[in-house]
């Protein structure tokens, strides 16, 4: 065990049940910016650790002319720019050379029909003993045609004794039907418990120790509830624009792109129940009843609790940057939001009456994602009789950056007179615990290795999500909502978003 998880109950646990088999890893799509960005250096770091299974090879399945050799330099070019640790020359090279490139269009049978030749080979060769797992990180468009072909091949069926594995990155589809489609597809070819849907939130550090600070301490859990909680925010800023992703951006929006998955993924580890144990489906099991339990928003509801936007031109760090309309192959009247509020109500026992505040943005002026669990005021006697304490308690668990967990309460001020300010008690994991985080894809990557799908949404908890979603882009289709309202780049969203908390006396929270 890595001394990381020394002191971490949920991952002590995980740990001692995810030992990480021999396999073969076959990235399909692997030319693209995720392979470069996220999955090598994210390997890298887990060979760095020490983490990885003593035999593993990577196949990277794409469509381009490329060699071995010529490949592996391009992925160590990239790994320099995006590993979170510097590169060691000797290190990488050893793990670079059981990196392998096999071109071939999605299409074409014959392809997998090497690919099923070569995996053979690296069996016998490196010791990855028949254990596959199949990452789907192409264009989404190309998911059912792979699906197909590993499927006829009979890539997908597990050899005796051994795995396969289907990872499938994100979106999961555009809508409910997209989803169940693919959903069906992937069922064809792997069971559910080998399937692995990435929701790249759910490997974040504090994301995984939201459970851990509800289910590993007496005192957070014992208030968790609409008789002490006043309302729920969860945010997720971006500086960002859509860089060069106009072409998935326009179709997806901030809806699609962050709510369906993320956010959403975010308020179900904060609302649910605990489950009876940690195994995955028993945590996944809580969960969806969240989801379940959610407010439906449809037709006019919509307007009254989302209030959706788009950036103009304005200021990011100083510097002038476009509206989203002049951006690279953005339509120059296109009604996509780039920024989403919503007013949410999980109707359970647990949260009735409870706001849930949540609101995701590009272009907003800083980077941040946290949950703050804002506690309600205390009774109108002794320090509160002449007037309402402003600032009541407030717990904060900030998912990134300078991920840690910060609980605000009120203090006297030094001195004779009887003056109440609001103070903070703040963890830092990064000076608590001496050592850089490791980034979500380490962790999701180790897990599907290892067949812990803990982390990993399973094919209701999507299909859920979606049809909630569903309801509020359909109002949007149907006109009956408000329509796009605009905010400056730079800013914190538009004044509507404020209007949204002001109905419930509530003000967001500034990051
Ligand atoms: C992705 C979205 O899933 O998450 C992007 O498609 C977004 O639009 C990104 O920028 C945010 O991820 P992170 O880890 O940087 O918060």
Not at 144 to 149: A, G, K, P, R, T
Not at 402 to 423: H, N, Y
């Amino acid at each position: 065990m890595s001394d990381s998880t020394a002191g971490n109950p949920l991952r002590t646990n995980l740990v001692n049940r995810a030992i990480p088999d021999p396999c073969v890893l076959v990235i399909f799509g692997a030319t693209g910016d995720l392979t470069r960005r996220k999955l090598i250096p994210a390997l890298y770091n887990l060979a760095a650790d020490g983490n990885l299974p003593p035999s593993l090879a990577v196949v990277c399945f794409a469509r381009r002319d490329k060699n071995h050799q010529g490949f592996r330099d391009e992925l160590g070019e990239a790994a320099r720019k995006h590993s979170r640790r510097p590169i060691n020359d000797e290190l990488w090279n050893q793990f670079a050379s059981n990196i392998f490139y096999h071109q071939s269009n999605f299409q074409d049978a014959a392809g997998y029909e090497s690919l099923s030749l070569e995996l053979d080979a690296l069996d016998q060769r490196l010791g990855t003993k028949g254990n596959r797992l199949y990452y789907l990180a192409s264009s989404p468009t190309e998911f059912d045609v792979i699906l197909e072909n590993l499927r006829k091949s009979g890539l997908s069926q597990a050899k005796p004794e051994a795995w396969s594995r289907l990872i499938v990155e994100k979106p999961f589809g555009t809508d409910l039907p997209s989803a169940r489609r693919l959903n069906d597809a992937a069922a064809a070819a792997f069971p559910e418990k080998e399937t692995f849907r990435i929701d790249h939130y759910l490997g974040k550090e504090t994301a995984q120790n939201l459970m851990v600070l509800r289910f590993a301490n007496t005192v957070f859990e014992a208030l968790w509830n609409h008789r002490y909680v006043e309302s729920v925010q969860i945010t997720a800023s971006e500086p960002l624009g859509i860089g060069t992703r106009s072409g998935y951006y326009e179709k997806s929006g901030a809806l699609r792109d962050m709510v369906q998955n993320h956010l959403l993924q975010l308020l179900c580890l904060t609302a649910m129940e605990p489950p009876t144990d940690l195994s995955a489906d028993a945590v996944r099991d809580e969960k969806v009843k969240v989801l379940r339990a959610l407010r439906p928003l449809t037709g006019q509801n919509v307007g009254t609790n989302v209030i959706r936007a788009q950036y103009q031109d304005g200021f990011i760090d100083g510097h002038e940057v476009p509206g989203y309309r002049e951006e690279t192959g953005v339509a120059p009247e296109s009604m996509t939001e780039t920024y989403v509020a919503l007013r949410l109500h999980v109707d359970n026992w647990r949260w009735a009456g409870v706001p849930f505040f949540v609101r995701v943005g590009k272009r907003l002026p800083k980077s941040g994602t946290e949950i703050a669990i804002q506690f309600r005021g205390t009774p109108p006697v002794l320090f509160n009789r002449q007037s309402q304490l402003k600032d009541p308690n407030t717990l904060v668990i900030r998912i990134q950056p300078d991920e840690g967990i910060s609980f605000r309460m009120a203090a006297k001020m030094p001195g004779a007179l009887l003056q109440i300010e609001p103070v903070k008690m703040d963890f830092h994991y990064g000076t608590s615990f001496g050592k850089a985080t490791p980034e979500a894809y380490e962790r999701l990557l180790l897990d599907a290795m290892s067949g812990d799908a803990t982390l990993f949404a399973r094919r209701d908890e999507v299909e859920q999500a979606w049809q909630f979603v569903d309801g509020i882009r359909a109002a949007w289709e149907d006109g009956e909502a408000e329509n796009l309202d605009f905010y400056p780049a730079g800013s914190w969203g538009p004044a509507e978003a404020d209007q949204l908390l002001a109905e419930d006396e509530a003000v967001w929270r500034r990051l």
